[in-house]
């Protein structure tokens, strides 16, 4: 549900879910991803977390980096032009992921087979494992929870400090590797877990694969925007430090478009739409075909 809660002093924060208000209201240049310590209580630790999480070597991760940071758009335009052309995971990944679909494999193998097979991109054998694994989880749980105790746990340990490194030592500290194999990754794997249900379904088999990639492109649940100016919205008068969220997925359900779910239409466009898409019916087509040495289930 789009709304605003507002306490002065304290939280001030813009909900948005209508697709088409998030497409318009995306391109406007006040509001961006800085994340700066401004704003009420809750907004500054909010954004100071995120620049504190996303970041290796005190580099944003390409997602949460500013629009005019120097490099982003170049580095973006790049990635998407490399992709094009890119192995959709190895022949192995894409049986292990379809075995999985078919209800094969159990759940263990879906996360580190996935991410084994985005790291790939910027790695060429980056091994699956569990320890990769559970470092995306934590990277990715660290800026969302709000469970004191975790977060206490976290600060002790110095858990999330230890996720950044074990997931940027593979990929030379690339900054956009680690948001692929650490952040972003996540919407592939609860893709593929769509597809595991799917594949369940009475006629799920028998399904176009246009459909079935259609239903298992998820977006992120939330991305975040942070107002650089004072604004004039329906919302009411805008402070600087106002943060806005676009709830992608639950406008995905409104409109499941790659203009939705990646973002395609705008200048923070995710530039692995086309090569995730290829995967999810790359690895459904795989999972039609007979796996070698045994019957198909
Ligand atoms: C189902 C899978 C994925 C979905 C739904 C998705 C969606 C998105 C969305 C919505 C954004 C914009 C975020 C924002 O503006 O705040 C984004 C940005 C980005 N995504 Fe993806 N993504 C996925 C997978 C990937 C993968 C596999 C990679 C890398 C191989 C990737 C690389 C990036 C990068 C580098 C950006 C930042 C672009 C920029 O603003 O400069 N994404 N993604």
Request: some cysteine; hydrophobic content about 40%; proline content about 7%.
């Amino acid at each position: 549900m789009s709304g605003r809660v507002r306490i002065p002093g304290l939280i001030d924060v813009i909900r948005l879910d209508e697709p088409d208000v998030i497409r318009a209201i995306s391109e406007d240049p006040r509001l961006d991803r800085r994340f700066e310590k401004i704003g009420p209580l809750f907004n500054r630790f909010l954004a100071g977390r995120i620049r504190k999480v996303l970041q290796v070597g005190g580099h944003p991760l390409p997602a949460v980096a500013p629009r005019g940071q120097p490099d982003r758009a170049r580095l973006q335009a790049q990635l998407e032009q490399r992709l094009a052309g890119a192995q959709l995971g190895t022949p192995q990944q894409r049986q292990t992921l379809a075995a999985y679909v078919r209800g094969e494999q159990s759940e263990s193998v879906l996360g580190p087979t996935a991410q084994a097979a985005v790291g790939e991109l910027f790695s060429p054998g980056y091994a699956a494992s569990a320890a990769r694994w559970n470092a995306a989880r934590t990277l990715d749980a660290a800026p969302r929870s709000f469970n004191p105790l975790q977060m206490l746990w976290w600060a002790l340990t110095g858990a999330v400090g230890r996720a950044r490194k074990t997931l940027a030592a593979p990929v030379s500290n690339d900054p956009t590797a680690v948001h692929a194999t650490g952040v972003a990754i996540h919407n592939l794997v609860r893709g593929l877990k769509i597809m595991r249900g799917i594949w369940k379904e009475p006629y799920g088999q028998g399904l176009s694969t246009e459909a079935v990639v259609c239903r298992c492109a998820v977006a992120p649940a939330t991305v975040m925007r942070q107002w650089a100016s004072k604004a004039s919205t329906v919302h009411g008068e805008i402070e600087p430090g106002t943060l806005t969220i676009f709830q992608l997925d639950d406008a995905r359900h409104r409109c499941p478009s790659h203009s939705t779910v990646f973002m395609t239409e705008s200048w923070s466009r995710c530039p692995a739409h086309h090569w995730t898409a290829s995967l999810l019916e790359a690895v459904w087509r795989e999972a039609h075909t007979k796996p070698a040495g045994g019957p198909r289930s």
